[in-house]
């Protein structure tokens, strides 16, 4: 493995991150922009209020696979190295929240992270909902997402890396990931749901 195929990885990554699959589906049934309404993120929340529960439920997956194709692009260009797992992990999250095909215009990541955290790390999954549960709905009574977000991964996820001790390639994607969401989330802090 040589730099150009993690270049080359890496960039993939990021375009598979960036597809603007929220964008695209309100489009398609003729919903509002989902950048132009509502939070303005072009994930499956804001696209589920805007467009119907079945466009934003679909949003969801198709945002969720993003990045296992992502990983799976980078593994083959990376001739079937385990470093693609965080390389490209971490740049399809970056792409799914600051995409290049809407001006950097995005969502917040969680649906790109847990397709890849499901499949990788179920564990940190059935942490992280708990966690998240408990912020979200007895310390901010259900008023502020963005703060349970940001608290209630990196809780989850160092409870991963202390006592499930993942493989290095998987601590360092749950690791970097975390940054990614938890600085993606940090500016909605005061924001309402």
Not at 36 to 53: D, F, I, K, L, Q
Not at 61 to 89: E, F, T
Not at 118 to 147: C, D, E, G, H, Q
Request: glycine share 8%; with cysteine; hydrophobic share 60%.
């Amino acid at each position: 493995m040589n730099v150009w195929q993690m270049v080359m990885a890496a960039a993939t990554a990021y375009l598979i991150g960036s597809f603007p699959t929220g964008v695209i589906a309100s489009k398609l049934v003729n919903a509002p922009d989902v950048r132009y309404v509502g939070s303005g993120h072009t994930g499956g929340t804001n696209t589920m209020r805007h467009a119907g529960p079945w466009v934003g439920a679909t949003v969801v997956i198709i945002d969720a696979l993003k990045g296992l194709v992502a990983w799976l692009a980078a593994w083959w260009l990376m001739d079937g190295s385990p470093w693609a797992l965080p390389l490209a992990g971490t740049l399809a999250v970056i792409g799914h929240c600051f995409p290049i095909y809407t001006r950097f215009h995005g969502g917040m990541g969680l649906a790109t992270a847990a397709g890849l955290i499901l499949i990788l790390s179920p564990w940190t999954i059935v942490i992280v909902v708990p966690v998240w549960a408990l912020f979200f709905l007895l310390v901010f009574r259900k008023r502020y997402s963005p703060r349970s977000v940001a608290i209630s991964i990196p809780i989850a996820v160092a409870l991963t890396l202390l006592f499930l001790h993942p493989a290095p390639p998987l601590a360092w994607m749950l690791a970097l990931v975390t940054v990614v969401l938890v600085l993606r989330h940090l500016p909605e802090w005061n924001r309402a749901v």
